[in-house]
């Protein structure tokens, strides 16, 4: 008998969390590869949150809390939801967790029995699909497209949902793509899901500050409040306030949903680290203002990679509205060779090319359920980015293409 659950054969290692190690490995060997893969700010955590956290631990806060957050944390989410998104929630109505992923993986895991589907817009961030079938259900890709900005469009959510529909999941600003679904662009998607009111949706706004160019990733609870009762908003401190380490996630949701995530975490992990979220109330609670520059350095950045990319031949990529990644194009290196003749026959062909060649660390399409293209996180410095997109720009000109028939 195996020791492995087959259950274990229903998912797979998280491939960003996997290129990153591996980036790690090559440059602890003493390869000097510059890693594109990593998915948090580059920032430091603002010294007021770590403060918070020194003056948690030298006042004793050091014990289990409440297993879904301290009533205290739960009024900063509350206040966070009311100033930000328009949502009143009540303390009952809100969760918090070891980061946002394990309210998803929680929500996902209390909800989901075998059969069910959840509608995951392609590409879609990479531990959707695998959370769904953990909990035993069926992912339902929609394909977006390119043309379209990478956005879930009305007529193909309503062509995929069935009476075994349970969840839409939506992710904006999203990772890969950095697609941000504004309140207009919300409001034809609300209006397919008001008229089957079996179907849940799920939003997950982590990446909502970093948005560019005047633009504002809108809540779907608030874009159309007749979706209220049947919407989990989640959100988190890690990408906003450079708090990836600290672990803090919330949700805010109906009451019967809130109490089912809370029996699924008593069973589990408990509360999140009591120190953390003194430091995510400081961080939900104190100043707001460097949110609007950090987003601002970062808009410097996609710009530098977006031109530099679309000069790299074969590679074509949209000027994404949010996130730090870029999800580029690369069909035009598909069916090329690298120097030593190996065939660009995909995505994941192409990032082992750049791995080898060019020593940069990227992510294959793939793995977010589109191809060809890879994403590019641009959360380093601008000088490694100049590097990188160089040796991009090298390794894609140095491509022969086959010899003509
Ligand atoms: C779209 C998206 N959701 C959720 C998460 C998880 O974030 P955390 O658990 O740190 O809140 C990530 C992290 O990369 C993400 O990209």
């Given at each position: 008998?195996?020791?492995?659950?087959?259950?274990?054969?229903?998912i797979?290692?998280?491939?960003?969390?996997?290129?990153?190690?591996?980036?790690?490995e090559?440059?602890?060997?003493?390869?000097?590869?510059?890693?594109?893969?990593?998915?948090?700010?580059?920032?430091?955590?603002?010294?007021?949150?770590?403060?918070a956290?020194?003056?948690?631990?030298?006042?004793?806060?050091?014990?289990?809390?409440?297993?879904?957050?301290?009533p205290?944390?739960?009024?900063?989410?509350?206040?966070?939801?009311?100033?930000?998104?328009?949502?009143?929630?009540?303390?009952?109505?809100?969760?918090c967790?070891?980061g946002?992923?394990?309210?998803?993986?929680?929500?996902?895991m209390?909800?989901v029995?075998?059969?069910?589907?959840?509608?995951?817009?392609?590409?879609?961030?990479?531990?959707?699909?695998?959370?769904?079938?953990?909990?035993?259900?069926?992912?339902?890709f929609?394909?977006?497209?390119?043309?379209?900005?990478?956005?879930?469009?009305a007529?193909?959510?309503e062509?995929?949902?069935?009476?075994?529909?349970?969840?839409l999941?939506?992710?904006?600003?999203?990772?890969?793509?950095?697609?941000?679904?504004?309140?207009?662009?919300?409001?034809?998607?609300?209006?397919?899901?008001?008229?089957?009111?079996?179907?849940?949706?799920?939003?997950?706004?982590?990446?909502?500050?970093?948005?560019?160019d005047?633009?504002k990733?809108?809540?779907a609870?608030?874009?159309?409040?007749?979706?209220?009762?049947?919407?989990?908003?989640?959100?988190?401190?890690?990408?906003?306030y450079?708090?990836?380490?600290?672990?803090?996630?919330?949700?805010?949701?109906?009451?019967?949903?809130i109490?089912?995530?809370?029996?699924?975490?008593?069973?589990?992990?408990?509360?999140?680290?009591?120190?953390?979220?003194?430091?995510?109330?400081?961080?939900?609670?104190?100043?707001?203002?460097?949110?609007?520059?950090?987003?601002?350095?970062?808009?410097?950045?996609?710009?530098l990679v977006?031109?530099?990319?679309?000069a790299?031949?074969g590679?074509?990529?949209?000027?994404?509205e949010?996130?730090?990644?870029?999800?580029?194009?690369?069909?035009g290196?598909?069916?090329?060779?690298?120097?030593?003749?190996?065939?660009?026959a995909?995505?994941?062909?192409?990032?082992?090319?750049?791995?080898?060649?060019?020593?940069?660390?990227?992510?294959?399409?793939s793995?977010?359920?589109?191809?060809?293209?890879?994403?590019?996180?641009?959360?380093?410095?601008?000088?490694?980015l100049?590097?990188a997109?160089s040796?991009?720009?090298?390794?894609?000109?140095?491509?022969?293409?086959?010899?003509?028939?």
């Amino acid at each position: 008998m195996s020791l492995i659950s087959p259950r274990m054969d229903r998912i797979k290692p998280s491939p960003s969390s996997m290129a990153t190690m591996r980036v790690r490995e090559l440059q602890l060997a003493g390869r000097k590869v510059i890693g594109l893969t990593v998915g948090e700010p580059d920032f430091d955590t603002p010294a007021n949150i770590i403060e918070a956290s020194i003056r948690a631990l030298r006042g004793g806060q050091t014990r289990y809390t409440n297993v879904d957050g301290t009533p205290e944390l739960k009024d900063a989410v509350a206040l966070k939801f009311k100033r930000e998104n328009g949502l009143a929630y009540s303390r009952d109505q809100i969760t918090c967790a070891n980061g946002s992923k394990q309210v998803i993986f929680n929500a996902l895991m209390a909800t989901v029995s075998a059969g069910d589907e959840v509608i995951l817009p392609a590409p879609y961030y990479v531990s959707y699909p695998d959370m769904v079938q953990l909990a035993g259900g069926t992912p339902v890709f929609v394909e977006s497209t390119e043309a379209s900005g990478f956005k879930l469009e009305a007529a193909a959510l309503e062509r995929a949902i069935t009476p075994r529909t349970k969840w839409l999941m939506l992710n904006s600003p999203c990772n890969p793509t950095g697609a941000v679904y504004t309140a207009a662009d919300l409001k034809p998607l609300t209006d397919v899901l008001k008229r089957h009111p079996h179907v849940w949706i799920l939003t997950d706004e982590v990446y909502e500050h970093i948005v560019y160019d005047g633009l504002k990733s809108a809540s779907a609870a608030a874009v159309e409040p007749a979706l209220f009762d049947r919407t989990l908003t989640v959100n988190g401190v890690s990408k906003a306030y450079a708090m990836t380490g600290f672990r803090i996630g919330f949700a805010g949701g109906p009451k019967e949903l809130i109490k089912t995530i809370l029996k699924m975490q008593s069973q589990s992990t408990t509360n999140p680290s009591s120190i953390s979220q003194m430091a995510a109330i400081e961080a939900l609670t104190g100043p707001q203002d460097f949110l609007v520059e950090r987003a601002q350095n970062f808009r410097a950045r996609r710009d530098l990679v977006v031109d530099m990319l679309n000069a790299a031949p074969g590679i074509s990529c949209r000027k994404p509205e949010g996130a730090f990644y870029v999800f580029a194009n690369i069909g035009g290196t598909i069916g090329k060779y690298t120097p030593e003749g190996k065939l660009i026959a995909n995505d994941l062909d192409f990032v082992m090319y750049l791995l080898d060649a060019a020593e940069v660390g990227v992510l294959q399409g793939s793995a977010y359920g589109m191809s060809p293209y890879v994403r590019i996180s641009y959360s380093t410095s601008t000088e490694k980015l100049q590097e990188a997109c160089s040796r991009i720009q090298r390794a894609c000109a140095a491509l022969v293409s086959p010899p003509a028939r």
